[in-house]
């Protein structure tokens, strides 16, 4: 014969309570760590928001800027290369000069051989 057990219902319904209050007080306290996380979520995507619409303003800045710097450097470079179309057309105009000079002198020192070969090889009388 199977062994008997006696136990009281209002034992049963007791511990079913407990554990019932057990279950309730867990619910309570999954449903305010929800809440909880939850508003943390919302702080986060507002900060997100935040700093999305901060890193879109110092892009912006930051392509002013750059646009900025950008045109005055090309106005450097063209005040520059202004400068040195300037220098090299001086510079072109003296090496002209002195081209000319060159050639002068050259010419001069053998015209001046030439006579003097010519005195010497009596070309040319002696006055």
Known sequence: MPPTIEVDIKDILTQINQKLDTIGRDVVDLKVGQARLEEKQVRLEENQARLEEKMSS?????????????????????????????RLSSVDKRLDNQEFLNRTVVAALMGALL????????FIGNP
């Open 58 to 86: 110092l892009e912006n800045r930051l392509e002013e800027k750059l646009s900025s710097l950008e045109n005055r450097l090309e106005e450097k470079i063209l005040t520059v290369q202004s400068l040195l179309e300037q």
């Open 115 to 122: 006579i003097g070969l010519a005195k010497m090889f009596g």
